[in-house]
């Protein structure tokens, strides 16, 4: 059975097969606080160009940090080996701001 816990700013997951109770796998979720969209003229909300790409640019990145694809970024090659990093990172969650400091800090 899986179970998840949380440390801080990490999720502790003991799934039995790649962790053990000892060494559970760290995972880092990611939340980018991001204006996916804003009001625009008359009321309309309309997309906020660039947002939608920086997911995609962040999820590339957590996804060759996890499986240690250094293709972009040579540095990061092999970080997933056996005997290397036990940090894995996710994107579990975007928040749109709509360019709003009130958003982005409430």
Do not use: Q, W
């Not at 097969?17 to 990611?30: A, K, M, R």
């Amino acid at each position: 059975a899986t179970s998840v816990t949380r440390n801080g700013n990490l999720d502790l997951v003991h799934d039995g097969v790649s962790s053990t109770e000892t060494n559970p796998v760290l995972v880092c979720n990611l939340a980018p606080l991001l204006p996916l969209s804003y009001g625009g003229a008359n009321g309309t909300i309309r997309n906020f160009a660039g947002s939608h790409e920086a997911i995609s640019a962040i999820a590339l990145a957590a996804h060759h940090l996890n499986v240690g694809d250094g293709s972009v970024v040579p540095a990061v090659a092999n970080l997933a080996g056996k005997d290397s990093c036990p940090l894995r990172f996710g994107l579990m969650e975007v928040t749109d701001t709509g360019l709003s400091e009130t958003i982005a800090v409430d």
